[in-house]
């Protein structure tokens, strides 16, 4: 509560890019970033261990440091038991941190009651109240403001207008379909007008074609209100679409947070790259500042390989679409370091198909092709050259 | 459905070989062997619902539809049906037990309500065979030695003074056990299942031993009055009193009003109290508007659980109370013991029987209600 006070040397642990490996410091300090920003939520520090059912300590959230900005649509990804559902319950006020605090703007929210907090959720069950009408299930968090009824009655109109369900107020949330109690659910905690919502795998319970559906509503919604959305989901395609900013959870802490684009395109271990996307595993070794050599062939490497020494054993992380089959001699291949190997299967997936191809050493390559193709070219058993698109980049 | 391709008077001819008989009844009724029971003990309004056949033959004659015919509820219920599902027992076996279950449960209900209008020998106990009206007369009216009527308060004093007390067991267990439920209901399920047999330990052993084991706490030289003395309180006379009489009215109905409470809780998702939280609600209000909302329909049942036999007790206000405040069980006990004024008894009997009836529909009418309320009847 006193951010005049606290010093502002240290920079922040997880602001951006890699944070894994950061040194625990003893002084607990504030992003400087985040001072200045109104409704900005920063996590700083924060540690939550559970015993588990074996007796066994897990750290749920493990020295966990975070900068969200204002209006951001932010994404905790991560696979199940990966904390960032206990993180987001910490922030709602549904769990307790052993250690560290949370502030959004300036006010340290972590030690209130959840009542008090200027966070609202929507949960993964909905959590609606069964007794109660839609229109009032909206209205609830008003009445505890005890807001005039005039206002309360126009505030959830406006809500439910919001997310398209102007005329269901009278209705009972069992009459309603799941994608629409979730937009009841997601009417409720905005009609608080929170400074954050929380959404909790909000989208998991849906089917497909309603869960892109959603997708877009929220987007939309987050965009008309400005509010920060803190977002939690294992569905790394919903992340990627969805997020202004992602972080992606891993035992207890970000392995690494960025943009979508940051995430794809330059993950920062092999935890992250495997998580996001398919993405192909090949041993590598490097042989120049920027080179590195695949099955004897040298590539261009991106600035993951700068770290390294010569000489050392690295995995090269290609995405599918990044690899191009040519048939073999073709003069898209001529001048460049191609591959070689023999396609083994094709998977017909719609808008294309997948091919594995082994390679002469023995490796197995993953990629996608894209119609028109030549149908004889991912026969199998059928001798092929790969071509990779952009330089290659390396992850422990 | 296939009956509109017939003549329609194949569905009501009550020939049990017609198709559309066979198809609607299966439909209708196919888990009638299961649900038999229940419904004979409800039947008499279901009847009431159901089309009388020439009334609907008429209907249909003159509205000229093709609405498929229901079969009369008798042949709903038992009607011959060569359709049985392979594996499913034909319905008319659940017959002997229905009969039997209506001669255990309607029997003697009927007998006492007969009783009641009948007269009393001029020697002994049991009934004249013979109309009147006296059973009911002396419940609120005394006639002197000249034939002279008056008005009596006496036994509606009794009845007065069981509802009081029955009233006070009923707030007391409904008090005490709603925590006991919440508790219960959000530990988790390995222990709710031992709370829940704890609950119903009592229920193990007979209620009059039980009773007895009062006596001994309660006695002049029981437990609690050496500890009383022990802490230089002083003896205190407990049993034999009304205290005492309700202490033993409360132990046994406690159960009954735990359970229900506790069975409308089990199903009870807890996140939702969490998101009352989320929105702002303190904890009063989570309490008042979400939980109790929730035990509603559980509090409703536990109040007739607890009302309805703590108002014709017998044990406990005779071996614990000493019989010193009359209540309607002892004054019916009576009537059929000393008195030897059966149709008095029989009266008095018939009168709790329609103030329960009432008191079980209207509690019924606010558990379905709230249960409607809650979106699980819908």
Redesign the interface.
């Known amino acids: 509560m006193n951010p005049q006070t606290t010093p502002v040397t240290k920079p922040p642990v997880a602001a951006s890019g890699a944070s894994a490996g950061a040194a625990p410091s003893a002084v607990i300090s504030r992003d400087p970033a985040v001072e200045r920003r109104e409704s900005g939520l920063t996590i700083n520090r924060a540690r939550k261990t559970f015993i588990s059912a074996e007796g066994k300590q897990v750290k749920a959230i493990d020295d966990v440091s975070l900068a969200i900005n204002s209006g951001e649509f932010f994404i905790m990804l991560g696979p199940s038991g990966c904390g960032k559902t206990t993180l987001l319950r910490s922030i709602?006020?549904?769990e307790t941190l052993d250690a560290g605090e949370i502030y959004i703007g300036n006010q340290r929210i972590d030690q209130l009651?959840?009542?008090e907090r200027p966070v609202?959720?929507v949960?993964q069950?909905y959590?609606?109240?069964?007794?109660m009408s839609v229109a009032d299930n909206v209205a609830?968090?008003l009445e505890?403001?005890k807001k005039p009824k005039s206002e309360i009655r126009s505030t959830v109109a406006d809500m439910l207008d919001l997310v398209h369900l102007a005329d269901m107020g009278a209705r009972?949330?069992?009459?309603l379909s799941g994608g629409q109690q979730q937009r009841v659910a997601l009417a409720?905690?905005l009609a608080?007008k929170p400074k954050v919502l929380l959404l909790d795998e909000s989208l998991s319970a849906l089917d497909f074609k309603l869960r892109r559906q959603m997708q877009t509503e929220l987007k939309r919604i987050q965009r008309e209100t400005g509010i920060t959305f803190i977002f939690v989901t294992h569905d790394q395609e919903e992340a990627l679409s969805m997020g202004d900013r992602i972080a992606v959870f891993h035992n207890g802490r970000p392995e690494q947070v960025g943009t979508p684009e940051e995430i794809y395109d330059k993950p920062v271990d092999r935890f992250v790259a495997d998580f996001i996307g398919d993405i192909n595993f090949l041993s590598a070794t490097k042989t120049g500042p920027n080179e590195v050599s695949i099955a004897g062939q040298r590539f261009n490497a991106d600035s993951s390989v700068l770290s390294h020494a010569v000489g050392e054993d690295l995995t090269a992380a290609i995405r599918p679409e990044r690899i191009d089959v040519v048939p073999q001699g073709s003069p898209v291949a001529a001048g460049r370091p191609t591959l070689t190997g023999t396609v083994t299967d094709a998977m017909f997936m719609g808008f294309d198909t997948r091919v594995h191809i082994t390679l002469e050493d023995g490796q197995t390559v993953m990629t996608r092709v894209a119609p028109p193709f030549d149908a004889e070219l991912i026969k199998p058993a059928s001798r092929v050259q790969l071509v990779i698109d952009g330089l290659v980049r390396v992850v422990e | 459905m296939m009956s509109d391709s017939k003549p329609p008077t194949m569905a009501i001819d009550g020939r049990d070989n017609s198709d559309n008989v066979i198809n609607s009844a299966s439909g209708t009724d196919s888990a009638a062997v299961m649900t038999a029971a229940a419904a004979a003990t409800s039947g008499l309004s279901r009847s009431q619902k159901l089309q009388n056949p020439q009334e609907s033959q008429e209907s249909r004659e003159s509205q000229k539809s093709q609405k498929p015919q229901k079969p009369p509820w008798y042949k709903r219920m038992f009607g011959a049906d060569r359709k049985v599902k392979p594996g499913m027992l034909h319905r008319i076996w659940a017959l002997p037990s229905i009969v039997l279950g209506l001669m255990f449960t309607l029997g003697p209900v009927c007998v006492i309500v007969a009783f009641s209008f009948m007269s009393r020998p001029d020697v002994g106990g049991g009934v004249k065979y013979q109309f009147s009206l006296d059973g009911y007369k002396k419940l609120l009216f005394r006639e002197d030695f000249f034939g002279n009527s008056y008005f009596d308060g006496r036994y509606l004093q009794v009845f007065w003074t069981s509802l009081w007390m029955a009233l006070v067991t009923t707030a007391v267990c409904v008090a005490l056990a709603f925590p006991i439920a919440l508790w219960i209901s959000m530990r988790s399920a390995k222990a709710q299942r031992i709370l829940v047999m704890l609950v119903t330990i009592p229920f193990w052993t007979n209620l009059i031993v039980r009773t007895y084991a009062w006596m001994l706490i309660l006695n002049d030289n029981g437990p609690i009055n050496q500890f009383t003395q022990r802490l230089g309180m002083g003896a205190h006379e407990l049993l034999y009193t009304p205290v005492a009489s309700l202490i033993g009215l409360i132990y046994t109905f406690l159960p009954f009003a735990v359970l229900p409470m506790y069975s409308a809780l089990a199903g009870f998702d807890f996140r939702l109290v969490e998101a009352a939280y989320d929105l702002g609600a303190t904890r009063g209000v989570v309490m008042r508007r979400i939980i109790l909302r929730a035990a509603r329909p559980g509090i409703a049942s536990g109040i007739a659980l607890c009302l309805i036999p703590a108002f014709g007790a017998y044990v406990q206000p005779v071996l614990l109370g000493g019989g010193r405040v009359l209540m309607v069980g002892n004054l019916i006990s009576s009537q059929f013991s000393e008195a030897r004024n059966w149709p008095f008894g029989s009266a008095i009997s018939t009168v709790i029987l329609v103030i329960t009836l009432l008191a079980a529909l209207i509690a019924s009418a606010v558990g379905n209600r709230s249960a409607r309320k809650a979106g699980i009847a819908s």
């Open positions: 709602g006020g549904m009651p959840p009542y609202n959720t949960f069950s959590a609606l109240f069964p007794h609830f968090g505890m403001e009972r949330p069992s009459q409720r905690a608080k």
